[in-house]
């Protein structure tokens, strides 16, 4: 990151950051609502765009993306990662569709063209959606996955004596594998994973706490600190609509204390 360089960044598209009070000398805001064919897919033309505009990694590890139809800048980001690394993705949705409009970028399908299509992802770390949409997607994607879903999140929930406890182990049993352990990190977050008491997105919702959302981020953290493996990056969307002025200042602090997380590995 550059000296004196905002350390996070916030790309805005649906109108739902302006209404967000931020520093500008720690985040950088990308004003994208000019941007046509952006809307759950992105087109090639706003593609193009939107690599022009967004900053490199080296500029900028941090990003939010405003609501989860954007989830697919992800993909943009981790394309420009040149060293073999791995990608762990807390979303209510496997984000491994097929895009119903041609080949075209999709927030349902980015992690599904991140597969097959970026060379340095070698492991994929999926936590959140229930185990018959995992089931469904393709059987070639799924080999690369290593997956918690949410039927296991809400297990453990339920009936583990230390449920705390109980979610870092699973996450210890998903970060495990030998051959990917050592490649650095990147960490995207959809708020959908939480639930509709906790928090209200764009899109259907998981089962899991902001507290078991930030337990198992800083655990991730504190593991990645121990074993000296590189944090290269992180996102957080799922954004309310700007219309939901009620949640706004709600999604505002879930950013804020997962944003602090990072920043203490600036």
Not at 12 to 19: A, H, I, K
Not at 112 to 117: F, N, R, T, V
Not at 129 to 142: A, G, Y
Request: charged share 30%; aromatic share 8%; glycine share 4%.
């Amino acid at each position: 990151m550059k000296e004196n360089h905002p350390w996070y960044s916030v790309v805005s598209l649906s109108g739902v950051y302006e209404e967000y009070p931020f520093d500008e000398k720690e985040a950088e805001k990308i004003d994208c609502r000019d941007l046509p064919g952006t809307n759950c897919y992105c087109d090639d033309e706003a593609r193009r765009i939107l690599l022009q505009r967004l900053p490199r990694l080296s500029e900028s590890r941090f990003h939010l993306l405003d609501s989860g139809n954007y989830h697919y800048l992800s993909a943009l980001w981790i394309s420009r990662i040149q060293e073999p690394f791995r990608l762990i993705v807390f979303d209510n949705h496997t984000d491994m569709q097929p895009p119903a409009f041609g080949g075209l970028l999709s927030c349902g399908g980015w992690l599904a063209a991140s597969i097959e299509e970026n060379l340095f992802l070698e492991d994929v770390i999926l936590i959140g959606p229930d185990e018959d949409s995992f089931l469904q997607t393709d059987e070639l994607f799924r080999k690369k996955v290593r997956f918690i879903s949410k039927e296991a999140l809400s297990d453990v929930r339920m009936h583990a004596e230390d449920p705390d406890k109980s979610l870092i182990t699973l996450l210890d049993h998903a970060m495990e594998a030998q051959d990917h352990k050592k490649n650095p990190v990147y960490i995207s977050i959809d708020k959908d994973i939480l639930s509709s008491e906790e928090m209200f997105t764009t899109w259907s919702q998981g089962d899991l706490t902001v507290s078991e959302l930030l337990l198992m981020t800083e655990h991730i953290l504190d593991t990645l600190q121990k074993e000296k493996t590189a944090l290269l990056g992180a996102d957080i969307c799922g954004e309310p609509d700007p219309d939901q002025s009620l949640w706004i200042p709600k999604s505002r602090e879930i950013n804020q204390r997962l944003l602090a997380l990072f920043h203490e590995r600036e």
